[in-house]
């Protein structure tokens, strides 16, 4: 069963709940930008996007090994009242371009920043100090560092084995809801890399998403990705 408020469910199951394109505006709908819970030690919280017309999406992972913030984004004073309380040891950047709030968080929890080597000097030379490397293959508390290049050199995901829960940046996004889509072309340094690498995605067991863009999926996101990688052109 997944949560809800008075705004109705925090997330879309696989069945989208209303036409594809019959989304009601934004000023229609709750907006809500309080911490989520997605599942056990998974909170979310979301930063509306106007020209992208989505939340972008940042996550709390609560862990006996240290707290992990990954692709922070924009916080609300409550938001970063509780990181703070949390405490966060690390923050996880997915790609080049997800450093969003991270110089905010990691000034008010003393958290670490990792991103792909890859990834690196683009995130300094915009202003974002880089601590630590993520490498393919690593694992950082309960997550294992999964290669998806493509969108940038240095995309990574993040596969929770033991949730079944897969975390993803610009991989993919959550856009319409209850499925999953690429990025425009023109925002990708490889489109045929990236649509390998989602390809590669399939290897792993999830049921879960986490997109950084879009809505999550809190169920069935295996068959999103089964749906969206079969609609690819063959490469």
């Known amino acids: 069963m ?9 997330y879309v199951s696989p069945v989208v709940r209303r036409p594809v394109g019959r989304e009601p505006p934004r000023s229609k709908r709750c907006i809500d930008r309080g911490m989520r819970e997605f599942m056990a030690g998974i909170l979310t919280w979301p930063w509306f996007s106007e020209p992208h017309g989505y939340d972008f999406n940042g996550t709390l992972v609560l862990s006996d090994s240290g707290n992990f913030c990954i692709d922070p984004v924009e916080p609300t004073d409550e938001v970063l009242d509780r990181l703070s309380k949390e405490g966060v040891a690390q923050i996880l950047i997915t790609n080049r371009n997800h450093t ?3 110089n905010r968080v990691r000034e008010q929890t003393g958290a670490q920043v990792a991103i792909h080597p890859a990834d690196a000097a683009y995130a300094s030379e915009h202003g974002t100090p880089i601590d630590a490397e993520l490498e393919v293959g690593q694992h950082v508390g309960p997550f294992t560092i999964v290669g998806v290049p ?3 050199a240095g995309e990574v995901a993040l596969h929770d084995a033991a949730r079944r829960l897969l975390i ?3 991989a ?5 809801p209850g499925r999953l889509s690429l990025l425009p072309e023109r925002v990708m340094d490889d489109p045929r890399g990236l649509r390998a690498s989602v390809r590669t995605l399939l290897e792993l067991d999830f049921d879960a998403v986490l997109v950084g863009d879009g809505v999550p999926i809190g169920e069935g996101g295996r068959e999103r990705f089964q749906e969206l ?5 063959p490469d």
């Open 2 to 10: 997944l949560p809800e408020t008075s705004c109705g469910p925090l």
């Open 168 to 170: 993803v940046g610009d």
């Open 172 to 176: 993919v996004i959550g856009n319409p």
């Open 100 to 102: 969003r709030a991270a």
């Open 150 to 152: 493509g969108k940038s």
């Open 229 to 233: 990688v079969a609609s690819f052109p």
